[in-house]
T-cell receptor
Framework: DTEVTQTPKHLVMGMTNKKSLKCEQH?????MYWYKQKAKKPPELMFV???????INESVPSRFSPECPNSSLLNLHLHALQPEDSALYLC?????????????FGPGTRLLVL | GEDVEQSLFLSVREGDSSVINCTYT??????LYWYKQEPGAGLQLLTY?????DMKQDQRLTVLLNKKDKHLSLRIADTQTGDSAIYFC??????????FGKGTMLLVSP
């Protein structure tokens, strides 16, 4: 089983709302990732968690707040977003964080900020 | 820095072979990946190749790696309309980081 699940599938929010994106995997992977993908562009790495600790933050604005409650779950808390934050948000996981660790992606949450 | 380049568009007829090309600049790349993304969906891992290999075959997919020229290709035999998607080449050469190409849109016509 190489499944990563994400909820919700679609999300529309206003600039004053607070919402959360959820990601789950049951492959025993110890690394989890958030990516942002704009239309017709490749995914851009936002955050990496390794063994439930944040190990990479790619200079993401503080209106995005990641959380890893346990090794199977990854959340992305959203607050005071801007319309330019509208994108597909992808979660991924891998066994570890070493070189060559294959990343498996979820289906994504399509976010629209009005 | 690392850079991965792909052609942006490829159009083929159903039943033909498709070849998607990718070049990369980081000579320390150890793993190279091909991901498929259908409209509105996430990335599906298709295959990967370790840098000490020249070729890898998996059913209809053949990956060729020319490490000297830093050139990677994905050949899809007997291309079907369901293969229409964007194909991303990605290289891994560091801690948890994947460098993606811009993606090649493959359009398969009946």
């Amino acid at each position: 089983d190489t499944e990563v699940t994400q909820t919700p599938k679609h999300l529309v929010m206003g600039m004053t709302n607070k919402k959360s994106l959820k990601c789950e995997q049951h492959m025993g992977h110890r690394a989890m990732y958030w990516y942002k993908q704009k239309a017709k562009k490749p995914p851009e790495l936002m955050f990496v968690y390794s063994y439930e600790k944040l190990s990479i933050n790619e200079s993401v604005p503080s209106r995005f707040s990641p959380e890893c409650p346990n090794s199977s779950l990854l959340n992305l808390h959203l607050h005071a977003l801007q319309p330019e934050d509208s994108a597909l948000y992808l979660c991924a996981s891998s066994q570890g964080v070493g070189e060559g660790e294959t990343q498996y992606f979820g289906p994504g949450t399509r976010l629209l900020v009005l | 820095g690392e850079d991965v380049e792909q052609s942006l568009f490829l159009s083929v007829r159903e039943g033909d072979s498709s070849v998607i090309n990718c070049t990369y600049t980081d000579s320390s790349s150890t793993y190279l990946y091909w991901y498929k993304q259908e409209p509105g969906a996430g990335l599906q891992l298709l295959t990967y190749i370790f840098s000490n290999m020249d070729m890898k075959q998996d059913q209809r997919l053949t990956v060729l790696l020319n490490k000297k020229d830093k050139h990677l290709s994905l050949r899809i035999a007997d291309t079907q309309t369901g293969d229409s998607a964007i194909y991303f080449c990605a290289e891994s050469s560091g801690y948890s980081t994947l460098t993606f190409g811009k993606g090649t849109m493959l359009l398969v016509s009946p």
